[in-house]
């Protein structure tokens, strides 16, 4: 710091260098919590895709073995989420023999940015499909 | 003039800190995305293999010929190894082909295809019927940065696809 004739006076140029530079760590602050939060959320985000494709290889493997086909969703893949997420089976005759069983999950995101859509029908909604072979009972 | 000077400085020195920060969010976004590309290759093509070899230990079960086929692979007379295998017994293709089929619908492609003996049946006490499927598939990764890359240089690097192997038991 540099002090004018030694009696504590601060120079008027340092005085105001070193408020735009407290000004501009203000500013940045949120700046730098905006970024963190988005990359909090680009990680929730991809955690909901894993998720959701775990629960489909669940489901469809738990749809085409013979003993567990009528088990309800939520308590086949353990997961709560999926609750609230939308699950379709298709079930498609292979022409070779057989018929191939597709289960696709649709998990809602979870929305840390204010503003980003939330909700099954979000673009940012976690989709993910596994297709397997039926069993033959 | 001298404080001037320092003051131009500082402005200098916080933009340059600015710009480098800047630039390490986009690198750390960048490589953020591409290890999740590369996570989710795994993680289909695991699922894919295991779906796979599932199909083809379904299709075994539906197929009449299966049992013949089972005392043929514990004798050692076929692996089912398709296409190399030329006089394959022909309970080998539709298992195949079923396997393909469930692999194709999982975004994978089959490499390798093996049919072979139960350990079981490695035992004291060998019985007909009991047959292993072995799947390996790939899944190209597709990843953000070097997609341009693996298409022309390196189509079948480990960095482009993602390899799993599974394995299914009739019987």
């Given at each position: 710091m540099r002090r004018s004739g030694g009696r504590g006076v601060v120079d008027p140029a340092v005085r105001g260098q070193r408020g735009a530079e407290t000004l501009e760590l203000v500013a940045g602050l949120p700046l730098l919590g905006i970024v963190v939060t988005a990359l909090l959320q680009g990680a929730a985000l991809v955690e909901e895709h894993a998720r959701a494709a775990a629960d489909a290889r669940e489901l469809v493997r738990h749809r085409v073995v013979c003993d567990h086909r009528d088990a309800p969703p939520a308590v086949v893949a353990g997961d709560p989420a999926l609750r609230s997420a939308r699950v379709t089976f298709t079930r498609a005759a292979d022409p070779a023999g057989g018929a191939l069983v597709t289960a696709t999950v649709v998990l809602a995101p979870r929305i840390l940015l204010p503003g980003l859509p939330a909700g099954p029908e979000s673009p940012l909604a976690a989709r993910a499909a596994a297709t397997m072979r039926e069993e033959p009972c | 003039m001298l404080s001037r000077r320092r003051h131009l400085r500082g402005r200098g020195a916080s933009s340059l800190l600015l710009l480098g920060a800047s630039w390490l969010v986009l690198a750390g976004g960048?490589?953020?995305?591409?290890?999740?590309?590369?996570?989710?290759?795994?993680?289909?093509?695991?699922?894919?293999?295991?779906?796979?070899?599932?199909?083809?230990?379904?299709?075994?079960?539906?197929?009449?010929?299966?049992?013949?086929?089972?005392?043929?692979?514990?004798?050692?007379?076929?692996?089912?190894?398709?296409?190399?295998?030329?006089?394959?017994?022909?309970?080998?293709?539709?298992?195949?082909?079923?396997?393909?089929r469930v692999a194709r619908a999982n975004g994978a492609g089959v490499v390798d295809f093996l049919l072979g003996p139960d350990p079981r049946d490695r035992g004291p006490e060998p019985a007909p019927g009991r047959i292993v499927a072995v799947v390996t598939v790939e899944v190209e990764r597709g990843l953000p940065l070097l997609r341009r890359l693996c298409a022309r240089h390196r189509p079948g690097a480990a960095l482009c696809v993602a390899r799993a192997t599974a394995a299914a038991r009739w019987g």
């Open positions: - | 960048l490589g953020a995305g591409e290890v999740v590309a590369v996570t989710a290759a795994d993680a289909r093509s695991e699922q894919a293999a295991a779906a796979a070899a599932h199909a083809a230990a379904a299709e075994l079960a539906a197929d009449p010929g299966a049992g013949a086929l089972s005392v043929e692979l514990q004798a050692a007379r076929t692996a089912c190894h398709l296409p190399e295998e030329t006089a394959a017994p022909a309970a080998c293709a539709p298992a195949r082909v079923a396997a393909q």
